[in-house]
């Protein structure tokens, strides 16, 4: 794979493991309409496309009841699931070895972008990062498309430099309708069937880290 000089990132499932703020946040979520759910694994679906459109998909919710159950999630996730997270091992490393070769390194993220900003400092990332492009409260951007086509005109990045990693088919398939080479990352919430068609494959962080250097 050619080397690249910008490089768009994922964040949940890519930079660190949001599972357990992410599913409890869903959980209460759901409980607000009386829905039990027996473990948190089973609510991994949710890591990764917008949550808005995951409850209607996941539970059948009407366009209404999708809306007051996504600010109940953010009741929860605001206060307490944002920090409910962890940074996989390896990554700071790697951020910090991408700068030295002077590269670009950018966050397109579906999560709003003040949770974002908030994860990424809180974790002692954000200053490796030129711009962190997410979504907005009010609705806007939850596409992975609209993010990165977002990110690349905020930094006026050419396509040909740049390259999308991610965890799920949503980055890969955003990655690749923007024009953009694709690595999916299998340490996330994607396997090899899921992120087929990405440029390349990194089974761990050292992986990526060669793919990219």
């Given at each position: 794979?050619?080397?690249?000089?910008?490089?768009?990132?994922?964040?949940?499932?890519?930079?660190?493991?949001?599972?357990?703020g992410?599913?409890?946040?869903?959980?209460?979520?759901?409980?607000?309409?009386g829905?039990d759910?027996?473990t948190?694994?089973?609510?991994?679906?949710?890591?990764?496309?917008?949550?808005?459109?995951?409850?209607?998909?996941?539970?059948?919710?009407?366009?209404?009841?999708?809306?007051?159950a996504?600010?109940?999630?953010?009741?929860?996730?605001?206060?307490?699931g944002?920090?409910?997270?962890?940074?996989?091992?390896?990554?700071p490393?790697?951020?910090?070895?991408?700068?030295?070769?002077?590269?670009?390194?950018?966050?397109?993220?579906?999560?709003p972008?003040?949770?974002?900003t908030?994860?990424?400092?809180?974790?002692?990332l954000?200053?490796?990062?030129?711009?962190?492009?997410?979504?907005?409260?009010?609705?806007?951007?939850?596409?992975?498309?609209?993010?990165?086509?977002?990110?690349?005109?905020?930094?006026?990045?050419?396509?040909?430099?740049?390259?999308?990693?991610?965890d799920?088919?949503?980055?890969?398939?955003?990655?690749?309708?923007?024009?953009?080479t694709?690595?999916?990352?299998?340490?996330?919430?994607?396997?090899?069937?899921?992120?087929?068609?990405?440029?390349?494959?990194?089974?761990?962080?050292?992986?990526?880290?060669?793919?990219?250097?």
């Amino acid at each position: 794979m050619q080397k690249k000089t910008d490089i768009l990132f994922d964040l949940d499932g890519t930079l660190t493991d949001p599972m357990i703020g992410i599913t409890k946040s869903v959980r209460y979520a759901l409980g607000h309409f009386g829905i039990d759910v027996a473990t948190l694994e089973e609510l991994t679906p949710f890591i990764g496309p917008p949550l808005k459109g995951s409850f209607q998909n996941f539970y059948g919710f009407s366009e209404e009841d999708a809306e007051v159950a996504l600010q109940k999630y953010r009741e929860y996730f605001s206060k307490t699931g944002l920090f409910e997270n962890q940074v996989y091992e390896g990554i700071p490393s790697l951020l910090k070895a991408l700068k030295a070769h002077n590269m670009r390194l950018l966050v397109a993220t579906s999560k709003p972008t003040v949770y974002a900003t908030q994860i990424l400092e809180h974790f002692k990332l954000a200053e490796y990062f030129d711009f962190i492009g997410g979504s907005e409260l009010t609705g806007e951007r939850v596409e992975k498309k609209d993010v990165i086509e977002y990110v690349l005109k905020e930094k006026n990045i050419n396509r040909e430099n740049a390259v999308m990693v991610g965890d799920r088919c949503f980055d890969i398939d955003a990655g690749k309708e923007a024009g953009l080479t694709t690595i999916g990352v299998l340490y996330g919430y994607g396997n090899k069937e899921e992120l087929k068609d990405a440029t390349a494959l990194a089974e761990t962080v050292e992986d990526l880290k060669n793919l990219l250097i």
